[in-house]
T-cell receptor, first 113, second 113 residues
Framework: SQTIHQWPATLVQPVGSPLSLECTVEGTSNPNLYWYRQAAGRGLQLLFYSVGIGQISSEVPQNLSASRPQDRQFILSSKKLLLSDSGFYLC????????????FGQGTRLTVV | GENVEQHPSTLSVQEGDSAVIKCTYS??????FPWYKQELGKGPQLIID?????GEKKDQRIAVTLNKTAKHFSLHITETQPEDSAVYFCAAAGGTSYGKLTFGQGTILTVHP
């Protein structure tokens, strides 16, 4: 069966520090991968998605970037964090091109101080 | 782009009662409408979804209805239980990429024993 892993679960970082959040998927190949952010008390907002290695589409201009160095690995990064980057970051995957459901990881709670 | 509105923002019911959450969407090209349940500190979990070629779908105590003409869809939970308490999100997607979702703002459902 397919599983999705995100780490770390929680992270507290000072303003101006770099960020690297990692997401990996097991049990599937060539998935579509997504990064979402959820601000406190609000819905989820799509940040980036990827349909293959090295292919990244950005939905919202911001202080963050994404990379997909391997088929089942998706990384969210920042060179210098802002206070406004605080939130709950969620990775999701779906089977590519088959119109299948999207499944979410357990998320990373990022607090920028 | 797509815009999804969700109501109510909070819903409080007694155990055994029914709960209804409603969403409207703006993009007539959207063809996939999932509902996610999110418990505190966890990632969203898909509970039911409906595609645009179907008007209603039911899974035990949960049902979803879709009115394409009016561009609205609803989640119905019958015989609510305290473990149904969570935040519920509706979402919409178009094309064949069901992970590229636009979410509503969420409904906090509280079921009182």
């Amino acid at each position: 069966s397919q599983t999705i892993h995100q780490w770390p679960a929680t992270l507290v970082q000072p303003v101006g520090s770099p960020l690297s959040l990692e997401c990996t998927v097991e049990g599937t190949s060539n998935p579509n991968l997504y990064w979402y952010r959820q601000a406190a008390g609000r819905g989820l907002q799509l940040l980036f998605y990827s349909v293959g290695i090295g292919q990244i589409s950005s939905e919202v201009p911001q202080n963050l970037s994404a990379s997909r160095p391997q088929d089942r690995q998706f990384i969210l990064s920042s060179k210098k964090l802002l206070l406004s980057d605080s939130g709950f970051y969620l990775c999701a995957w779906e089977g590519q091109g088959r119109g299948t459901e999207a499944f979410f990881g357990q998320g990373t709670r990022l607090t920028v101080v | 782009g797509e815009n999804v509105e969700q109501h109510p923002s909070t819903l409080s019911v007694q155990e055994g009662d029914s709960a209804v959450i409603k969403c409207t969407y703006s993009d007539s090209a959207s063809n996939y409408f999932p509902w996610y349940k999110q418990e505190l500190g966890k990632g969203p979990q898909l509970i039911i979804d409906i595609r645009s070629n179907v008007g209603e779908k039911k899974d035990q105590r949960i049902a979803v209805t879709l009115n394409k003409t009016a561009k609205h869809f609803s989640l119905h939970i019958t015989e609510t239980q305290p473990e149904d308490s969570a935040v519920y999100f509706c979402a919409a997607a178009g094309g064949t990429s069901y992970g590229k979702l636009t979410f509503g703002q969420g409904t906090i459902l509280t079921v009182h024993p």
